[in-house]
């Protein structure tokens, strides 16, 4: 049988993916009665009805429902294609996806000595908290806090990660360190929504829970959490990763040895396909050797 049109085949697959006649229109830049052509004639080709019209949009009927599940992968092997080329050509540069705590506290900093290693490479930072599709989105690879197992993926485990508990010199002045459960609570505490709390910390420096939630500032970024604690607002449990610079340097203090070991690590990926392009490879080498490093302590 002689293959549809391209273009018809494109009008449909941009109805059954908006349930709309009038949003696919707008996608294909064209006119609402130029679709409906299209899907007239492709019907007519396949002698079957492929949309029950109704008045709030276009349902699939089961015909359409097959033929949508071939074009939906047809197309995603194209856009896969054009995007491996536009890759395979884009041998100089190579695009990061990480959160911007992560870029802010850790990975800007230790740019430059990726640049003195690699200064052919030019590396692109793509800040985004929500994780992005490395096969829908112009990224390369990505560092990611989980546990791993993404599918498509290739993965390298790059750190495990602990919350620690900080603050600025000046919130806990002469207080005997390290402070006791009970000395730490009585200071003002912020909370990270996306970790475990000071609950789990209590209970594992031996103390018991408090009843009901305790005071203080919650926030969802990691970086914010960790500027609380430089301001001096606050006592933080944060990730000793992104707090890692500010210790070191002494804007923060650690005022507990007990620690929360966390289940999630910190991993490098990329597409599958891409684990041997020379520009990932030498991103994830250089990670892994910073990393290895922090590990290991010289």
Same mark, same amino acid.
């Given at each position: 049988?002689?293959?549809?049109?391209?273009?018809?085949?494109?009008?449909?697959?941009?109805?059954?993916?908006?349930?709309?006649?009038?949003?696919?229109?707008?996608?294909?830049?064209?006119?609402?009665?130029?679709?409906?052509?299209?899907?007239?004639?492709?019907?007519?080709?396949?002698?079957?009805?492929?949309?029950?019209?109704?008045?709030?949009?276009?349902?699939?009927?089961?015909?359409?429902?097959?033929?949508?599940?071939?074009?939906?992968?047809?197309?995603?092997?194209?856009?896969?294609?054009?995007?491996?080329?536009?890759? $395979?050509?884009? =041998?100089?540069? !190579?695009?990061?996806?990480?959160?911007?705590?992560?870029?802010?506290?850790? *990975? %800007?900093? @230790? &740019?430059?000595?990726?640049?003195?290693?690699?200064?052919?490479?030019?590396?692109?930072?793509?800040?985004?908290?929500?994780?992005?599709?490395?096969?829908?989105?112009?990224?390369?690879?990505?560092?990611?806090?989980?546990?791993?197992?993404?599918?498509?993926?290739?993965?390298?485990?790059?750190?495990?990660?602990?919350?620690?508990?900080?603050?600025?010199?000046?919130?806990?002045?002469?207080?005997?360190?390290?402070?006791?459960?009970?000395?730490?609570?009585?200071?003002?505490?912020?909370?990270?929504?996306?970790?475990?709390?000071?609950?789990?910390?209590?209970?594992?420096?031996?103390?018991?829970?408090?009843?009901?939630?305790?005071?203080?500032? $919650?926030?969802? =970024?990691?970086? !914010?959490?960790?500027?609380?604690?430089?301001?001096?607002?606050?006592?933080? *449990? %944060?990730? @000793? &990763?992104?707090?890692?610079?500010?210790?070191?340097?002494?804007?923060?203090?650690?005022?507990?040895?007990?620690?929360?070991?966390?289940?999630?690590?910190?991993?490098?990926?990329?597409?599958?396909?891409?684990?041997?392009?020379?520009?990932?490879?030498?991103?994830?080498?250089?990670?892994?050797?910073?990393?290895?490093?922090?590990?290991?302590?010289?």
């Amino acid at each position: 049988m002689r293959l549809p049109s391209l273009r018809a085949i494109q009008a449909f697959d941009a109805v059954a993916r908006h349930g709309s006649f009038s949003r696919a229109a707008d996608e294909l830049a064209v006119t609402h009665g130029a679709v409906s052509r299209q899907i007239r004639a492709l019907e007519q080709q396949l002698c079957t009805p492929l949309f029950h019209r109704t008045p709030k949009g276009a349902a699939l009927t089961g015909n359409g429902e097959v033929l949508f599940q071939a074009s939906r992968a047809a197309f995603a092997a194209l856009r896969g294609g054009v995007a491996d080329l536009a890759r $395979r050509n884009a =041998d100089r540069s !190579v695009t990061l996806s990480l959160t911007t705590s992560l870029a802010l506290k850790w *990975l %800007v900093p @230790r &740019l430059p000595a990726f640049r003195r290693r690699h200064p052919e490479i030019a590396v692109l930072l793509d800040t985004n908290d929500a994780p992005v599709d490395l096969f829908e989105q112009s990224v390369d690879c990505a560092l990611r806090f989980g546990t791993g197992g993404w599918a498509g993926l290739h993965e390298t485990r790059l750190t495990d990660e602990e919350l620690v508990p900080v603050a600025a010199p000046g919130l806990v002045g002469d207080a005997t360190l390290p402070l006791s459960p009970r000395d730490l609570i009585a200071f003002p505490l912020v909370h990270d929504d996306y970790n475990p709390g000071w609950d789990q910390w209590l209970e594992k420096a031996g103390a018991m829970p408090q009843a009901g939630a305790l005071p203080g500032d $919650r926030y969802i =970024d990691s970086g !914010v959490l960790i500027a609380a604690a430089l301001d001096g607002q606050a006592v933080a *449990l %944060v990730r @000793r &990763l992104l707090a890692a610079d500010d210790l070191a340097a002494g804007r923060l203090i650690q005022v507990s040895d007990v620690t929360l070991p966390l289940e999630r690590s910190l991993f490098f990926v990329c597409r599958a396909g891409d684990r041997n392009r020379p520009v990932v490879v030498a991103l994830r080498d250089w990670l892994a050797e910073s990393f290895a490093e922090i590990r290991s302590p010289s």
